[in-house]
């Protein structure tokens, strides 16, 4: 080979490297100043990242405000992969699938499955990683693992108040209670955030664009105390053992304003796991279950006869013995009498004596004294699931309905329907619309919504609810059907209530519901309760059943808001 053509050949190679070099520069220029904007936008997208801001979802408290919080969020982490960088390395797979098999306790061959996909730049390891074991995980340092914050609701007190506080479902939304009611408010305005990533996914922080803070969700204030309410469950608890019932529901209300103190049911659940309880045992059994009232219901009738003028306290009625026989159908009084006074009937709660007053008072007036007192329709508490009850039109009364509606037959109620007859009567014939929201406070403080009391309309006057007062006193006095329901230094009205259960062609022989509602002080009514206990056995009365409870609720109650027997202290 001669020297001529060594030379040429060296030439002819740095020529094409040169060339090379050239062509590599002006792509790398075209495509970093070149005009077409549409090539060097998409392989920016390739790296460019939007991302939604978690808002933090608003805290629930009592009526005590910050000091009485009962559902916060809490912040924890989603475990994540990138498969695709996983599938890359074949140690990496092994090693980041076996250390998180045995982390979170998963099956190592169905982890394996999931993160060998190429095709997949995410997968979810984990949801909901409270922070202190996410980081332990990140600590050892896994190839592929990545995490996000998010934030999961948080009832610090297990069941406790579970059916008016309700739960957030996985997807973060208000399922029950106030967690759906006011959801709205809750849960805030999530922010937006654009970014770019590196090759492995990480976030250039230095590359950051536009960033839209997230808005948190306000908090709600109850009326709800936790004191009375804490109260309230334990009396439930206890008597739920005690006669091995079915379910049991009370219910404390500020008699003025209609504001409710406590609501409780039986059995509860933890909204933390709500997902391990069954549907019925999530009821809020005060305000979505129905049921035949029995005695309680009584109050209705005689208030309207009193209202009406067609009988007095001290009128006389013949209770026939026990047994008096009506449109073919015989009733019968729990106990037998003969003669008594109107308040001697009531107190000892007469079948007969109130059926005999119900046809004078007649079926349209019965009915809509009924209505007038909220029987038959949704009395609009700020909750979810109350139901209306059952109230027939009159057309479709049979004969013998008559005498057996006032008596808490063939017609159903709520327990807070129940209790709203009662404080419309201690709260001299003013039928108050019941609440359990006290106020709505935005992050920064702004007051959004607060609640007031609403009349929902006079079923009777004044001075009928002040002999209905004198009435129901009487109940709890020697010789009445409430004696267990007095509370030491304070004069207690209210009345009992024993039904059988309906069942498919009638009654049932053995299941039965005992209840008891009132009110005190008697002169000067402040708070009203209500306890109702399903199917207790053996013993099965309200007077034996339910009326210790309300006495243990009333009294701690009371004590606890330092009313004094003649005097009204507290504000609401």
Known sequence: MNERGTKARILVAALALLMAVSGLGARLAYLHIGVDDAVRDRT??????????????????????????????????????????????????????????????????????????????????????????????????LPGVFFRDTTVRYYPHGDFMSHILGFVNREGVGSAGIEQQFDSFLRGSPGFMEGSVNAFRQELYTKRGRVVPALDGASIELTIDQYIQDMVEKALDTVMEEYGAQGAWAIVQHVASGAVLAMANRPAYDPNVFFRSAEDTRLNRAIGYVYEPGSTFKCVLFAAALNEGIITPEDVYDCENGAWSYANRVLRDYSPHGKLTVREGFQKSSNIMTAKIALQLGDRRQHDYLTAFGIGRPLGIDLPGEEAGILHPVNRWSQVCATRIPIGQGVAVTG?????????????????????????????????????????????????????????????????????????????????????????????????????AGFLPAENPQISVIVV???????????????????????????????????SVARW
């Open 44 to 141: 920016d997208a390739t790296r460019r990242i939007e991302r939604q801001l978690l808002a933090g979802r608003g805290r629930i408290l009592d009526r005590n405000g910050s000091g009485g919080i009962l559902a916060i969020n809490l912040a924890v982490k989603d475990v994540c992969a990138d498969p695709a960088l996983l599938a890359a390395n074949p140690e990496d797979l092994q090693l980041t699938t076996a250390a998180l098999a045995d982390f979170f306790d998963l099956p190592a061959d169905e982890l394996a499955v999931r993160l060998n996909r190429p095709d997949r730049r995410f997968a979810y390891i984990a949801r909901y990683v409270h922070r202190e074991q996410a980081d332990k995980l990140a600590a050892m340092d």
């Open 416 to 516: 807070l329907q129940m209790i709203s007859v009662v404080s419309a009567i201690a709260n001299e014939g003013r039928l108050m619309r019941p609440y359990v929201v006290r106020r709505v406070t935005a992050e920064d403080g702004t007051l959004l919504f607060e609640n007031s009391p609403q009349e929902l309309g006079r079923p009777i006057r004044p001075d009928t609810a002040g002999i209905m007062v004198d009435l129901m006193r009487a109940v709890t006095a020697p010789g009445g059907t409430g004696t267990r329901a007095l509370v030491d230094g304070y004069n207690v009205a209210g009345k009992t209530g024993t039904a059988q259960k309906a069942v498919a062609g009638g009654y049932s022989a053995t299941g039965y519901i005992a209840s008891f």
């Open 533 to 567: 206990v399903d199917e207790p056995q053996p013993v099965r009365t309200g007077g034996r059943v339910a009326a210790p409870v309300f006495s243990e609720i009333a009294s701690g109650a009371i004590q606890y808001l330092n009313i004094a027997p003649l005097q």
